[in-house]
Nanobody, 125 residues
Framework: QVQLVESGGGLVQTGGSLRLSCAASGRTFRNRGIGWFRQAPGKEREFVAGISYNGSSSLYVDSVKGRFTISRDNAKNTVYLQMNNVKPEDTAVYFC??????????????????WGQGTQVTVSS
């Protein structure tokens, strides 16, 4: 099975930028869609962005469109989330996850079956 490890989180000021990374080990995930999700204290985990297995298509929640960009480098078995112009409401633990089915990606949390441990992003106002 695949192991996913997120990195790149931290404390950033409003309007700043961060780049999160999701590195896979154990096996390749080049035929799997990957999603980024986030969970703020007291809230449910929500979809943030997703990318198809080959990077040809991506999805974003409306609140991050135009600010966040998801990308992947299958040669490095890594998916990235570039976060620009961050806002305090972006504060959360960010998780990456692998879609349960090959060659598919979508916004449903329940569609993803392997998850990383998460990385904290805190945006100060």
């Amino acid at each position: 099975q695949v192991q996913l490890v997120e990195s790149g989180g931290g404390l950033v000021q409003t309007g700043g930028s961060l780049r999160l990374s999701c590195a896979a080990s154990g096996r390749t995930f080049r035929n799997r869609g990957i999603g980024w999700f986030r969970q703020a204290p007291g809230k449910e985990r929500e979809f943030v962005a997703g990318i198809s297995y080959n990077g040809s298509s991506s999805l974003y929640v409306d609140s991050v469109k135009g600010r966040f960009t998801i990308s992947r480098d299958n040669a490095k078995n890594t998916v990235y989330l570039q976060m620009n112009n961050v806002k305090p409401e972006d504060t959360a633990v960010y998780f990456c996850a692998e879609h349960a089915y090959a060659y598919r990606s979508d916004v449903l949390t329940t569609s993803y079956n392997f998850w990383g441990q998460g990385t904290q992003v805190t945006v100060s106002s």
